[in-house]
Structure formats: structure tokens, C-alpha cells
């Protein structure tokens, strides 16, 4: 499995490696909900903070390989982000994650569009198995994640702190490559009701 940060585009949205032209447009994004990443996010994207995260961390990530941040663009605006993370080559294993979309962009084609990218991509690259870890009191989540086919696999117990001090217990999911052709076909299916 090599999975190469590379420009993914459908009708409904087009993700593109995470650069300094999308760094406002996800500034504004990101305060469009400042009670999420109080209240469920592991890190903050919130005033200074963000700046931390945009301008030293993500690029310590990219470096290393552990996080490949992609920018969700709609209609030319940066409206969120999402990422590939702790890609594992030998057990062909990766996780997606990070995502955060602008409030407007929720329940609609923008997060089943950027899943379907993201995992045609993992899969092509050979990937066995894509995970999603989910704080388990973010049910908006757990619901997306389920709704897309993926698999429970169980909750890590006490798994990480939150930015804020909070533990938090982690669900993790995953789908693996046999079962990859019925979510893209459900996926599909999905994207086409919008179409419509």
C-alpha cells in the first residue's frame, strides 16, 4: 500500500492537499462551529490555536507521513477538511480522519462525496482496511460512519485527552477491502439521490 497526497475530485466536492491558499477559507469554516471543538474535538482549530495547528503542526505531519491533511473544496471554497492518518504500508491499514466540515456543508453530499474519494483512493492504493475512530459522545459521527457501511469494531476505553482535559472513550470502525464494492455501491447510490 502507497497512498500519495494527489488532488481527488467528484461532482460534489474536490479535496486538495492541505497549502496556504486554503488557510482562511478553514479559519472561517472552523469558527463556524467554535462549540464542537469544545465539546468533541481532540484538538483546537479556534483562534490562536489554529494558527498553531495550520502554521507548525500540520506541517511536522506532513513531514513525518502521519497525517495527510486535504482541504474539502466546494464550488472554489475551502469548507472543512479531512485527512488520511497513521498510514500503515506493512499491515496495508490506514485511518480517515480529522474531518471537520462548515455547519452549512453537514447532512448533505459534502461528507459522503469526500468518503467515497478517500476510500477509492486508500483501496487503489492498496489498502486491506480503512478505519474510523469517532469520540464516542459525537452520535452525529458514529451515525455517518455506520450509515456508510463501515463495521463497529469496539471502543477503546479512556483512549485520549482532549484538548480541553476530557477523556474520551474512541469507537472504532472500519471497512475493509471484500467489503469495499457494496459501501461504494450504497455510497453511489446516495450521491445519485442528490443528483436527482
Known sequence: ?????????????RLEPM???????????????????????PYSMLGEAFDKRFDEQMPK???????MHYAVV??????????FLGADAVNASVEVGGT?????????ATNPAAKRLMMTHAFEAGARRVVYRVDAINARSRAAVLKMGAVQEGILRRDR???????RDTVVFSILDDEWPGV??????????FEA
Open 1 to 13: 500500500m502507497k497512498i500519495e497526497p494527489q488532488v481527488l475530485e467528484n461532482r460534489f466536492v
Open 19 to 41: 497549502a496556504q491558499v486554503h488557510k482562511e477559507d478553514l479559519r472561517a469554516a472552523c469558527a463556524a462551529d467554535p462549540a464542537l471543538f469544545h465539546d468533541l474535538y
Open 61 to 67: 505531519d506532513r513531514a513525518t507521513g502521519v497525517w
Open 74 to 83: 466546494v464550488e472554489g471554497r475551502c469548507v472543512g477538511m479531512t485527512c
Open 100 to 108: 471537520y466540515y462548515h455547519p452549512d456543508f453537514r447532512g448533505g
Open 161 to 167: 485527552a482532549t484538548w480541553t482535559g476530557r477523556i
Open 184 to 193: 461504494r455501491d450504497r455510497l453511489d447510490a446516495r450521491l445519485a439521490a
